[in-house]
């Protein structure tokens, strides 16, 4: 489910990127280097299956922790570093500043829906 989320989140922003180029935006000319389509249609398999590994591998309960916390990054660095090139790269510096975004955001309840719960049954005894 992770790696399908961040997919569509990443088609979503070249999509965007893509009509933003259309409507005349002032960057260079890009450089593009030509493939061969079955070394492109082996690098896409081989990337599937790398995700695929990876979710396999994973507990459960840690795709639900996460997938949270990756869109929120990726909303931060579209927020913070809005003209980089590689604005979803990692870094220590962006780690930083998305640690310290997060110590001083609006904080979100504690303990779900489960939690939410048991306050309504214990409130109405």
Known sequence: MGTRLISEYMKRQRSNAASHDRQGSLQGPQLTIPQHPDQVALNGQLEISVHAM??????????????????????????????????????????????YYQSFREQKPRGGKRRQETLTETCSI
């Open 54 to 99: 990876l979710e396999d591998g994973r507990p459960p309960n840690t795709q639900k922790a996460m997938d949270p916390k990756i869109l929120e990054f990726f909303q931060f660095c579209e927020l913070v570093f809005p003209n980089a090139m590689f604005k979803y790269n990692l870094t220590f510096d962006k780690v930083y500043k998305f640690m």
